[in-house]
């Protein structure tokens, strides 16, 4: 990877400059990279004006890696087989499918989300940014 990624998390993020995503040795820095957004779907919305960000950094052992962020506000989802580190952020998730305990997140929560699960997620003040690992990567 180019000396361009190390030095710059943008580059590494937006693929800037021709990089697709990370190599062994490159550094991204997941609370200042930069992630465009894009206003939820609309089944997805419930309060506000929600967007999210997504972008694969990579996949390693057969699971894919990467950063996902969503702005203030209320969203609908359905989830995949994902565990994530929140980076920065709050928010609540509601389990509405299975009926589950809600959770609250915060730096450094770690959270496991099982496939098809129905979730209600609210996001107040700055956006929430995690760190998400999904099976499939190559």
Do not use: C, N
């Not at 962020?69 to 087989?81: F, I, K, Q, R, W």
């Not at 609210?122 to 099976?135: D, F, I, M, S």
């Amino acid at each position: 990877m180019s000396a361009g990624v190390a030095a710059g998390a943008d580059e590494a993020v937006t693929g800037a400059g021709g990089v697709t995503g990370m190599q062994p040795g490159s550094v991204v820095h997941a609370r200042a990279a930069s992630l465009p957004h894009e206003p939820v779907e609309g089944w997805q919305k419930v309060s506000g004006e929600p967007t999210t960000a997504a972008h694969e950094l990579g996949a390693f052992a057969g699971t894919e890696f990467g950063l996902w962020e969503m702005s203030a506000g209320s969203m609908l989802d359905v989830e995949a087989d994902e565990v994530f580190l929140v980076i920065s952020g709050t928010a609540t998730v509601e389990f509405l499918e299975p009926e589950l305990p809600s959770i609250d997140l915060e730096p450094g929560s770690i959270v496991r989300l099982g496939e098809g699960m129905r979730t209600r997620w609210t996001v107040t003040g700055a956006p929430l940014r995690k760190l998400y690992v999904v099976e499939g990567g190559s």
